[in-house]
């Protein structure tokens, strides 16, 4: 038996107990489990470090870096996603809907664990924190493979996580990692049907793309974002600067910021030279049309590639557009479903954004880096879904559950 499918049987039995967990003894696991993060602080920063050290060893830099990069803050962020967890409603048991048949049968649906739940992820120790909450909550059992440059970090992690459960009386397998980070563990573990039930990939396009065209076992897709901001003819400017630089740089290196900038025609030349100057001013690169290299000194010729381009970098495309319907245009062209913005004064304009943008996540005034599952209140999140069956948007709760129907009889037969 390879060391992956005794992990899926692990898994699997785990999965069992937590399936039938009461709320309260979950909760306590939570709290229990962020606890324990805050004490074991220094271990897992001390961890950390050697990852880090090791990545920009090997040459990584930038954004990456970022992601890979915990410190106390953000090691205190990941206990505060456990407790709000906790806090939660669960969602495990609700009854949607129960009906009376003309049969006298009592036909109802009710949320239930999925089970053993599969995550592929790239080097962010924070995803190891809110999927184990997340799954824990919701009644499943994790197996959770992470990317090498965060190996030592993971490990630190679940292995407080594990001890933790271990002091609450439940099974430490309710969370593993895949400590083999070896590409070809990841390909065993899209084809461990019969014990993983569903699986997540969570990372840049490259990995969500192998994790979907290789899987045997049913994906959830999470999302590349190739968001735009669209600034509107009727748009208030300093609203949209501040949207724009807010989208754009408040963290680059995520799925929900901002990647191309559209800007309406009469506003190339008050807007374009106002935003260049203040993404300069950010350390952005920008890399637009020939009216956006004109207009805003030090920008560079945007290709093909650029519109469609995840930079998760200090980099953006930009392009002026006739008008509402050219940005709708480019946006159906070249958008990844994720987020996207319209700022403008004009109501009419706001409603058919909202109305014809096909997008998880459409947002009238608004940056797109809310598109998260602690900004929309549901606590931690497991990803951002991009699909369009099952999930879509922020994965909180309520979409690690999936559902049964449930029938009370009184001796009926089917004639």
């Known amino acids: 038996?390879?060391?992956?499918?005794?992990?899926?049987?692990?898994?699997?039995?785990?999965?069992?107990?937590?399936?039938?967990?009461?709320?309260?003894?979950?909760?306590?696991?939570?709290?229990?489990?962020?606890?324990?993060?805050?004490?074991?602080?220094?271990?897992?920063?001390?961890?950390?470090?050697?990852?880090?050290?090791?990545?920009?060893?090997?040459?990584?830099?930038?954004?990456?870096?970022?992601?890979?990069?915990?410190?106390?803050?953000?090691?205190?962020?990941?206990?505060?996603?456990?407790?709000?967890?906790?806090?939660?409603?669960?969602?495990?048991?609700?009854?949607?809907?129960?009906?009376?048949?003309?049969?006298?049968?009592?036909?109802?649906?009710?949320?239930?664990?999925?089970?053993?739940?599969?995550?592929?992820?790239?080097?962010?120790?924070?995803?190891?924190?809110?999927?184990?909450?997340?799954?824990?909550?919701?009644?499943?059992?994790?197996?959770?493979?992470?990317?090498?440059?965060?190996?030592?970090?993971?490990?630190?992690?679940?292995?407080?996580?594990?001890?933790?459960?271990?002091?609450?009386?439940?099974?430490?397998?309710?969370?593993?990692?895949?400590?083999?980070?070896?590409?070809?563990?990841?390909?065993?573990?899209?084809?461990?049907?019969?014990?993983?039930?569903?699986?997540?990939?969570?990372?840049?396009?490259?990995?969500?793309?192998?994790?979907?065209?290789?899987?045997?076992?049913?994906?959830?897709?999470t999302g590349v974002g190739n968001c735009h901001v669209y600034v509107d003819e009727t748009a208030d400017l300093d609203k949209a600067t501040r949207i724009v630089i807010n989208a754009k740089t408040q963290r680059p290196g995520v799925c929900n910021a901002c990647e191309s900038l559209l800007v309406h025609e009469s506003l190339k030349d008050t807007f374009l030279p106002m935003i260049g100057k203040a993404l300069q001013e950010k350390q952005v690169e920008v890399r637009g049309d020939a009216d956006t290299c004109a207009r805003v000194p030090g920008a560079v010729p945007a290709t093909e590639e650029d519109w469609a381009t995840e930079y998760e970098d200090y980099i953006i495309s930009t392009r002026v557009v006739k008008n509402l319907d050219e940005a709708l245009a480019h946006i159906r062209t070249y958008s990844t479903g994720h987020s996207e913005a319209i700022v403008t004064e004009n109501y009419t304009n706001a409603q058919r954004f909202l109305n014809e943008v096909d997008a998880a996540a459409v947002y009238v005034n608004a940056s797109t880096r809310f598109t998260d599952g602690g900004q929309f209140g549901f606590g931690a999140e497991i990803g951002i879904s991009t699909q369009k069956l099952h999930a879509r948007g922020p994965m909180g709760l309520t979409e690690l559950t999936t559902t049964k129907y449930i029938i009370y009889g009184s001796g009926q037969i089917r004639e």
């Open 1 to 221: 038996m390879s060391v992956l499918t005794e992990m899926g049987k692990q898994a699997k039995e785990a999965a069992v107990v937590l399936a039938v967990l009461p709320t309260p003894k979950k909760n306590q696991a939570l709290r229990h489990a962020a606890d324990a993060l805050l004490e074991a602080q220094a271990e897992i920063l001390d961890a950390n470090a050697k990852d880090v050290a090791a990545a920009k060893a090997a040459g990584i830099k930038g954004a990456f870096i970022d992601r890979l990069t915990l410190n106390e803050k953000r090691v205190w962020e990941m206990a505060e996603g456990l407790r709000q967890v906790a806090a939660l409603e669960d969602p495990v048991g609700k009854v949607l809907f129960m009906k009376t048949l003309d049969n006298g049968l009592i036909v109802g649906q009710k949320r239930v664990p999925m089970g053993v739940i599969g995550i592929i992820f790239e080097a962010r120790p924070n995803v190891t924190a809110d999927a184990f909450g997340l799954c824990l909550k919701a009644g499943s059992a994790v197996i959770l493979r992470g990317g090498k440059e965060a190996i030592t970090t993971n490990k630190t992690v679940v292995s407080i996580f594990q001890k933790a459960l271990e002091e609450e009386g439940l099974p430490a397998a309710a969370v593993q990692i895949v400590q083999d980070t070896d590409r070809q563990t990841a390909n065993e573990m899209m084809r461990l049907n019969g014990y993983i039930d569903v699986l997540i990939p969570r990372g840049g396009a490259g990995l969500i793309r192998s994790v979907v065209e290789n899987s045997t076992v049913p994906v959830i897709q």
